[in-house]
């Protein structure tokens, strides 16, 4: 098993920025893709930001947060973090973390909790 642990989140501003970071820990074998989705009140959860942790690196995200947000990684430590700039209303949402682990035959998805993110004047 592996257990993701949010963190940051909280209140911006319109046109403030947050930072969010997730930890991965446990029985890892080779953690290829991390992701960040969202759920806002009565939405469906959306894919946000992915980011190969393979080794490429490469990332991709959302239309609606393309040029605003930067997800990064830090293999070494099994993290994935997301800057969110330039933060708009509609970016309320509770932000969660995706890893997908390779354990050589089987591609094993896991979240986290969870973390709040309220953008409020």
């Known amino acids: 098993q592996v257990q993701l642990v949010e963190s940051g989140g909280g209140l911006a501003q319109p046109g403030g920025s947050l930072g969010l970071s997730c930890a991965a820990s446990g029985s890892i074998s080779s953690i290829v893709i991390m992701r960040w989705y969202r759920q806002a009140p009565g939405k469906q959860r959306e894919l946000v930001a992915t980011i190969d942790s393979s080794g490429s690196g490469s990332t991709s995200y959302a239309d609606s947060v393309k040029g605003r947000f930067i997800i990064s990684r830090d293999n070494a430590k099994n993290m994935v973090s997301m800057q969110m700039n330039s933060l708009k209303p509609e970016d309320t949402a509770v932000y969660y973390c995706?890893?997908?682990?390779?354990?050589?035959?089987?591609?094993?998805?896991?979240w986290g909790q969870g973390t709040q993110v309220t953008v409020s004047s």
């Open positions: 995706h890893a997908v682990d390779w354990d050589g035959r089987f591609a094993l998805p896991y």
